[in-house]
Nanobody, 122 residues
Framework: QVQLVESGGGLVQPGGSLRLSCAASGDIFSFIAMGWYRQAPGKQRELVAE???????QFADSVKGRFAISRDNAKNTVYLQMNSLKPEDTAIYYC????????????????WGQGTQVTVSS
C-alpha cells in the first residue's frame, strides 16, 4: 500500500500564491507518474500538473505559466507552486501517484491523497 499525505491548501486572494506538498510512503519501487489533480464543485476531476516517465511534465492549459511542479526524490515528495491564482482555481486538489511496488512479480499501484481545499476569493 502507498499512502499520500497532502498539505498546504487554504484561502488566498486573487493574484496570490500557495504551495502544496504531497509526501508518498509505503511499498514504492519506482514511480510511473506523480502529481496533482483538482475537482471543482459540479465538475469532473482534472489533471493540473504531474511528472511522468521520469523528468517529463504535463500541465493543464489553464495553469501553464502560473503553476510549477517540483519534487524531492529522496523524500518521495512533490510540490505544486501556484502563482497568480484566480477564483476559477478554487477546487479540492488531490495528489496522485502511480508506480510499481517492490515485491516480485512487479505490481502497479495507484494512490490518491485525501485532498486539500484551495479557495481563491477576495
Amino acid at each position: 500500500q502507498v499512502q499520500l499525505v497532502e498539505s498546504g491548501g487554504g484561502l488566498v486572494q486573487p493574484g496570490g500564491s500557495l504551495r502544496l506538498s504531497c509526501a508518498a510512503s509505503g511499498d514504492i519501487f519506482s514511480f510511473i507518474a506523480m502529481g496533482w489533480y483538482r475537482q471543482a464543485p459540479g465538475k469532473q476531476r482534472e489533471l493540473v500538473a504531474e511528472f511522468i516517465s521520469g523528468n517529463s511534465t504535463q500541465f493543464a492549459d489553464s495553469v501553464k505559466g502560473r503553476f510549477a511542479i517540483s519534487r524531492d526524490n529522496a523524500k518521495n515528495t512533490v510540490y505544486l507552486q501556484m502563482n497568480s491564482l484566480k477564483p476559477e482555481d478554487t477546487a479540492i486538489y488531490y495528489c496522485n501517484a502511480r508506480g510499481y511496488g517492490s515485491m516480485w512479480p512487479p505490481r502497479t499501484f495507484e494512490s490518491w491523497g485525501q485532498g486539500t481545499q484551495v479557495t481563491v476569493s477576495s
